[in-house]
């Protein structure tokens, strides 16, 4: 444990490559918290009790906007520990108080737009608060905290709209934390630009790249890890037969298959992408949307899973397929901006499966769910064999990012 300052990691500290313990004990909570919003989907999804596709639709949303936020909270952290000394006393504080937060907020996730709304926005806030203000304090470089002190007053703004919002009913509940995301994102985007006292310009910041690619390939293994334990939990309560075990057989073939598809090349690379980039701070955030959609369609493959072991047979919903279908469509898209990200190309394999998942939809909502999520594994199948096929008997492709 250190006590100087948490200056900026030096790229040749092999010390600073790899997470720390304490940083995988915080992406441990995330397998809790990704599983509560994959529960509160899959209920909103149900159909049952009279709801509704709007209903669907509408909590559909409301749990993206809760992942939204939990996927803040990680990305913050992640982006802190990869510019600072991720063993300083303050900065192991800094990742403690946002996993006791992760931890307050995935409990609070089934009930946040009820009883609970208070406990996930105050958790929310002191975390992102919490960090701005202590290395506000103990930085000592004028660029660093003139930054975290413009860091600090976005999510002041923010958090006043999360606690408002948290004390007002579930419509204008759902539209304030709306806009506070919102401003916390531009704000993110644009340098967090503050009147007065003006805007960062991203390709000045210090990160260690391959620390932070490090990361961001662990999030991708937790949301993996997320599907296998939500099939698996699934199943042990699901009635049983034939029609289960095959979808439950999909589902981890179906986790497979990401993780397969993730890790060739671009997956394994990522570090060296990164740190071989002009501007490696533009290649990370770039990195960190991509990461957020395919992480996104990753727990919409889960819940469709879920839905597809718990009602195998029987007739599909749209709703359904828009998990069991749209969730590996939309991790496809993101896989392809990441490939972009790191080669500079697209490979025509991405688009053509995307097709292939969402033009069948007509036809597959009048069959069984299960179905559905054997096209699915059928499809990405064939992304994985065209990798293999594409970089057999050729020399390891190294990165080529067009940033």
Not at 357 to 372: D, N, S
């Amino acid at each position: 444990m250190r006590i100087a300052e948490p200056a900026a990691l030096r790229p040749g500290d092999d010390d600073g490559e790899r997470a720390t313990f304490l940083e995988l004990f915080f992406d441990l909570v995330y397998v809790f918290t990704l599983t509560r919003i994959s529960a509160r989907a899959f209920e909103d999804l149900a159909l049952e009790g009279g709801q509704t596709y709007w209903s669907a639709v509408t909590g559909s949303g409301k749990t993206l906007l809760l992942l939204l936020a939990l996927w803040m909270l990680w990305q913050g952290t992640a982006w802190t520990t990869s510019r600072y000394d991720p063993y300083h006393l303050w900065l192991q504080v800094i990742v403690i108080t946002a996993l006791v937060s992760a931890m307050v907020m995935g409990v609070a996730v089934p009930r946040a737009f009820s009883e609970s709304g208070l406990a996930f926005a105050v958790a929310y806030v002191v975390a992102h608060v919490a960090r701005s203000t202590i290395l506000l304090l103990v930085l000592r470089r004028l660029q660093y905290r003139r930054l975290k002190l413009r860091m600090l007053i976005t999510y002041c703004v923010a958090g006043a709209l999360w606690l408002a919002g948290a004390l007002l009913p579930t419509d204008p509940r759902v539209v304030l934390w709306s806009v506070a995301l919102l401003v916390e994102y531009l704000g993110n985007r644009f340098g967090w630009p503050v009147p007065g006292l003006g805007r960062s310009t991203i390709s000045r910041w210090d990160i260690h790249g391959k620390h932070l690619a490090e990361r961001y390939q662990q999030i991708y293994l937790v949301a993996i890890g997320e599907t296998i334990l939500v099939a698996g939990l699934t199943f042990t309560g699901s009635p049983g037969g034939w029609p289960s075990i095959v979808a439950f057989a999909a589902a981890l073939a179906t986790s497979v298959l990401l993780w397969r598809i993730y890790v060739q090349r671009a997956g394994q690379i990522l570090g060296e992408a990164v740190t071989g980039a002009e501007h490696p701070a533009t290649v990370g955030r770039s990195a960190a949307d991509t990461h957020l959609v395919m992480i996104v369609g990753v727990v919409a493959t889960a819940i469709g899973y879920e839905l597809a072991i718990e009602h195998p047979v029987g007739h599909n919903e749209l709703p359904w397929l828009a998990m069991v279908l749209g969730g590996p469509a939309l991790f496809l898209a993101g896989r392809a901006r990441f490939e972009y990200e790191v080669f500079g190309r697209v490979s025509p394999s991405r688009l053509v499966a995307i097709a292939a998942l969402l033009l069948p939809v007509p036809l597959l909502a009048r069959v069984a769910p299960l179905v559905g999520g054997v096209w699915a594994v059928v499809v990405l199948a064939a992304v994985a064999v065209a990798d293999v096929r594409r970089a057999w008997g050729r020399p390891p492709e190294a990165p080529a990012t067009p940033f």
